[in-house]
Antibody, heavy 127, light 108 residues
Framework: QVQLQESGPGLVKPSQTLSLTCTVS??????????WSWIRQPAGKGLEWIGR???????NYNPSLKSRVTISVDTSKNQFSLKLSSVTAADTAVYYC???????????????????WGRGTLVTVSS | DIQMTQSPSSLSASVGDRVTITCRAS??????LNWYQQKPGKAPKLLIY???SLQSGVPSRFSGSGSGTDFTLTISSLQPEDFATYYC??????????FGPGTKVDIK
């Protein structure tokens, strides 16, 4: 079955760039009509969608983070990545990657939902 | 931006209870509403998509309803493994997916 796994540094200094990679295993990142998303969750708080990418390279970003976010995909490695620049303590969170999309129960309409998630990785921003 | 609210923010219930959680969108989102369950230290798990469709492998005691701005997640008979935090999420606006603040269900 398809699985997702986040990887990257657990500690990033303020003003630097946070870089994470999500590796998709058990299936091709290019199969189906899925988008691939990044979502984060500060400790004890709710979920915030960061953005997503299609294997064509098409992206959508959360407007509140858009100026600092870049999501890219490497289909040859079955991976997609997140870069978040100019980080501050407010960016400290567990970062999840997730698969986004699927058909509804009728099988006719394509809708958006996060059906597969990585286990998450804690990134702390601190000097 | 489409804002999502949930009520209650927390609730205490007993095994076997019927539990209802409400989610409201700041504008109509048709049926583009998903529900997730999250346990401490774990990633969220998809329960319901498109307002009322049960994700494969999810027990039938979970159900969802609603359309427009008002939605409900119901657990017909609460089980010990259901104590968790539940989030709704709108997928109507693909430019900005947003989640509700969560409802924590704990043991009475």
């Amino acid at each position: 079955q398809v699985q997702l796994q986040e990887s990257g540094p657990g500690l990033v200094k303020p003003s630097q760039t946070l870089s994470l990679t999500c590796t998709v295993s058990g299936g091709s990142i290019s199969s189906g009509s899925y988008y691939w998303s990044w979502i984060r969750q500060p400790a004890g708080k709710g979920l915030e969608w960061i953005g997503r990418i299609y294997t064509s390279g098409s992206t959508n970003y959360n407007p509140s983070l858009k100026s600092r976010v870049t999501i890219s995909v490497d289909t040859s490695k079955n991976q997609f990545s997140l870069k978040l620049s100019s980080v501050t303590a407010a960016d400290t969170a567990v970062y999840y990657c997730a698969r986004d999309g699927g058909y509804d129960s009728s099988g006719y309409y394509y809708v958006w939902y996060f059906d597969l998630w990585g286990r998450g990785t804690l990134v702390t921003v601190s000097s | 931006d489409i804002q999502m609210t949930q009520s209650p923010s927390s609730l205490s219930a007993s095994v076997g209870d019927r539990v209802t959680i409400t989610c409201r969108a700041s504008q109509s989102i048709s049926s583009y509403l998903n529900w997730y369950q999250q346990k401490p230290g774990k990633a969220p798990k998809l329960l319901i998509y498109a307002a009322s469709s049960l994700q494969s492998g999810v027990p039938s005691r979970f159900s969802g309803s609603g359309s427009g701005t008002d939605f409900t997640l119901t657990i017909s008979s609460l089980q010990p493994e259901d104590f968790a935090t539940y989030y709704c999420q709108q997928s109507y606006s693909t430019l900005l997916f947003t989640f509700g603040p969560g409802t924590k269900v704990d043991i009475k």
